[in-house]
């Protein structure tokens, strides 16, 4: 087998799905930086490179570890439904449209989580952390293939907007993968962040033009909505995983079922069954499974429903759950579709800070609407809301809906030793449990974890599914006995990029730090 080596370092890591991006972070630990200063670098650089992934405009949601506090936190960046959002407003249509002026209707919580990470921890002003990600919206930066591949995909909804086409479509073309990328508006908008704050964006003028910008055209956010946002620090959820303590971001963050998920898989010896067997592929896809089936029952924001999160990551419920996975055998059930354009990055500084955190604007390129002069392509997340009211997931304005992204990390003794995470909606329970599982049960180093073949059950967004995409890597003999266990195998590329980016680092027992950046993206570990 070829051997797959992480970056290594003595004194620090990052990782993310974009290597300018990876660059920008550890240029900022160089200037006397910490981790939190970096991540916030690396989350606004992420914003102007992988613009089809992620932008000022979504949400985000990040894990943090500070030695002097000795804890993890969590803080909740995501965004709250505006007062005209309720079920009544989508009554012509019938249903939440998924692009276009009338998806967009929560706020975005990117810049406020900026803010508050930064604001809390961060050690550099603001301006230079977020110099990197306004230079390369100014100055440019060669496009990825990745983003020209889904600007090539997703063209005629791009070209539905004028302010959207014009920068995504210059001169109405799909730009080359490798051409210079320029985003004019966006630099603006970073540099009245960077001099003004969070103010600048919420009750400046970057929040009004957006919510003028959309009630001019129906759309349901107004000035009052954005300006009221606040993200909110949170107490992380826990549990525990063969002396690992296991750390997610709670409800309205579907981060449960990944501990729920390790809950189910402890009560099974991995050390005796072999990795990339039909037997380790079987037990993890049937372990996700039955946690999805009580996800998709109870998430939504927790200010407006009670989730049984007592039970659900109970170790005697795990057990049940456990006892019911049969060993030759699929379980039947339909994934729902979800949102997959979302970037997942780590920092661990010399210091021992450490930020796990993701973002996102949910479908690729959000709603695909800029807004006015913004250079701000906002999300569409709030289109996975019902308009049914008696589902727990129904629109209710100042509500957060059922939210995919889920950072990870572990402790051991106290202290982070893995950082964890993924691109990918339903995928991302999915390929955090086998990253986890591949480094803590199989002894694999974080790059050889993110790099090995992977799986999909379910679909990241578009029709609801219950096929099983396997990478064409995973031996065929594989692949055929999951399908004769009933499971709906489509065989898929070797890399492909549906199974998402993810990234790790790990922190040894002499304080060593290894990272892998997964090659399906356009990412770098960069450590020293």
Same mark, same amino acid.
């Given at each position: 087998?070829?051997?797959?080596?992480?970056?290594?370092?003595?004194?620090?890591?990052?990782?993310?799905?974009?290597?300018?991006?990876?660059?920008?972070?550890?240029?900022?630990?160089?200037?006397?930086?910490?981790?939190?200063?970096?991540?916030? !670098?690396?989350?606004?650089?992420?914003?102007?490179?992988?613009?089809?992934?992620?932008?000022?405009?979504?949400?985000?949601?990040?894990?943090?570890?500070?030695?002097?506090?000795?804890?993890?936190?969590?803080?909740?960046?995501?965004?709250?439904?505006?007062?005209?959002?309720?079920?009544?407003?989508?009554?012509?249509?019938?249903?939440?449209?998924?692009?276009?002026?009338?998806?967009?209707?929560?706020?975005?919580?990117?810049?406020?989580?900026?803010?508050?990470?930064?604001?809390?921890?961060?050690?550099?002003?603001?301006?230079?952390?977020?110099?990197?990600?306004?230079?390369?919206?100014?100055?440019?930066?060669?496009?990825?293939?990745?983003?020209?591949?889904?600007?090539? %995909?997703?063209?005629?909804?791009?070209?539905?907007?004028?302010?959207?086409?014009?920068?995504?479509?210059?001169?109405?073309?799909?730009?080359?993968?490798?051409?210079?990328?320029?985003?004019?508006?966006?630099?603006?908008?970073?540099?009245?962040?960077?001099?003004?704050?969070?103010? !600048?964006?919420?009750?400046? *003028?970057?929040? !009004?033009?957006?919510?003028?910008?959309?009630?001019?055209? *129906?759309?349901?956010?107004?000035?009052?909505?954005?300006?009221?946002?606040?993200?909110?620090?949170?107490?992380?959820?826990?549990?525990?995983?063969?002396?690992?303590?296991?750390?997610?971001?709670?409800?309205?963050?579907?981060?449960?079922?990944?501990?729920?998920?390790?809950?189910?898989?402890?009560?099974?010896?991995?050390?005796?069954?072999?990795?990339?067997?039909?037997?380790?592929?079987?037990?993890?896809?049937?372990?996700?499974?039955?946690?999805?089936?009580?996800?998709?029952?109870?998430?939504?924001?927790?200010?407006?429903?009670?989730?049984?999160?007592?039970?659900?990551?109970?170790?005697?419920?795990?057990? *049940?759950?456990?006892?019911?996975?049969?060993?030759?055998?699929?379980?039947?059930?339909?994934?729902?579709? +979800?949102?997959?354009?979302?970037?997942? !990055?780590?920092?661990?500084?010399? *210091?021992?800070?450490?930020?796990?955190?993701?973002?996102?604007?949910?479908?690729?390129?959000?709603?695909?609407?800029?807004?006015?002069?913004?250079?701000?392509?906002?999300?569409?997340?709030?289109?996975?809301?019902?308009?049914? %009211?008696?589902?727990?997931?129904?629109?209710?304005?100042?509500?957060?809906?059922?939210?995919?992204? +889920?950072?990870? +990390?572990?402790?051991?003794?106290?202290?982070?030793?893995?950082?964890?995470?993924?691109?990918?909606?339903?995928?991302?329970?999915?390929?955090?449990?086998?990253?986890?599982?591949?480094?803590?049960?199989?002894?694999?180093?974080?790059?050889?974890?993110?790099?090995?073949?992977?799986?999909?059950?379910?679909?990241?967004?578009?029709?609801?599914?219950?096929?099983?995409?396997?990478?064409?890597?995973?031996?065929?003999?594989?692949?055929?006995?999951?399908?004769?266990?009933?499971?709906?195998?489509?065989?898929?590329?070797?890399?492909?990029?549906?199974?998402?980016?993810?990234?790790?680092?790990?922190?040894?027992?002499?304080?060593?730090?290894?990272?892998?950046?997964?090659?399906?993206?356009?990412?770098?570990?960069?450590?020293?």
């Amino acid at each position: 087998m070829e051997e797959l080596r992480p970056a290594i370092g003595t004194e620090a890591m990052v990782v993310s799905p974009h290597a300018l991006a990876s660059a920008a972070g550890a240029r900022i630990l160089e200037r006397g930086g910490n981790a939190f200063d970096a991540a916030v !670098a690396v989350s606004a650089c992420l914003a102007v490179v992988y613009p089809h992934m992620t932008g000022l405009g979504g949400d985000s949601f990040w894990l943090t570890y500070s030695p002097a506090e000795g804890s993890v936190r969590g803080y909740n960046g995501s965004g709250r439904a505006g007062s005209l959002a309720m079920p009544e407003a989508f009554a012509n249509c019938g249903t939440i449209p998924t692009r276009g002026v009338r998806s967009a209707i929560t706020v975005p919580g990117m810049v406020d989580a900026w803010s508050a990470v930064h604001g809390e921890y961060g050690r550099l002003p603001q301006a230079d952390v977020l110099s990197p990600a306004i230079a390369y919206a100014e100055g440019g930066f060669p496009l990825s293939a990745d983003q020209a591949a889904h600007s090539s %995909r997703h063209r005629q909804m791009l070209m539905a907007t004028p302010g959207t086409s014009a920068i995504y479509l210059p001169d109405g073309r799909v730009p080359a993968a490798g051409t210079r990328f320029l985003q004019k508006q966006l630099a603006r908008t970073l540099r009245t962040i960077a001099a003004g704050g969070r103010d !600048a964006f919420y009750q400046g *003028e970057i929040g !009004a033009e957006i919510a003028d910008y959309l009630r001019q055209r *129906e759309g349901l956010l107004t000035r009052e909505d954005i300006a009221a946002h606040r993200g909110d620090w949170v107490e992380p959820l826990t549990s525990g995983y063969r002396g690992y303590d296991i750390y997610q971001m709670p409800p309205n963050s579907q981060g449960f079922v990944g501990l729920m998920a390790m809950n189910v898989l402890e009560k099974f010896d991995l050390g005796a069954i072999e990795h990339g067997s039909t037997a380790y592929y079987h037990l993890l896809i049937e372990a996700v499974k039955r946690c999805f089936r009580d996800r998709d029952e109870v998430l939504t924001d927790p200010d407006f429903a009670d989730i049984p999160l007592g039970r659900l990551l109970d170790k005697s419920y795990a057990a *049940e759950l456990a006892s019911a996975i049969g060993r030759n055998s699929a379980a039947p059930a339909e994934a729902k579709p +979800m949102g997959s354009d979302t970037a997942y !990055a780590a920092v661990v500084d010399k *210091e021992g800070n450490a930020v796990s955190f993701i973002q996102s604007l949910y479908f690729e390129f959000g709603s695909g609407v800029v807004a006015g002069d913004t250079g701000i392509l906002l999300q569409n997340r709030g289109s996975f809301f019902s308009l049914d %009211r008696a589902h727990v997931n129904c629109v209710m304005p100042g509500k957060r809906t059922f939210h995919t992204l +889920m950072p990870a +990390m572990a402790l051991r003794g106290g202290r982070p030793c893995l950082l964890y995470g993924t691109q990918g909606g339903e995928g991302q329970p999915q390929t955090q449990t086998a990253v986890f599982t591949r480094m803590v049960d199989y002894g694999m180093n974080p790059q050889r974890a993110v790099s090995e073949p992977r799986w999909l059950w379910g679909r990241t967004w578009g029709e609801p599914t219950s096929e099983l995409k396997l990478e064409s890597r995973i031996d065929p003999a594989v692949a055929a006995a999951l399908a004769a266990a009933g499971h709906e195998v489509r065989v898929v590329g070797a890399y492909d990029g549906r199974m998402g980016h993810a990234h790790a680092i790990k922190v040894d027992e002499a304080g060593f730090l290894e990272g892998g950046a997964d090659p399906r993206s356009d990412g770098a570990a960069i450590g020293w």
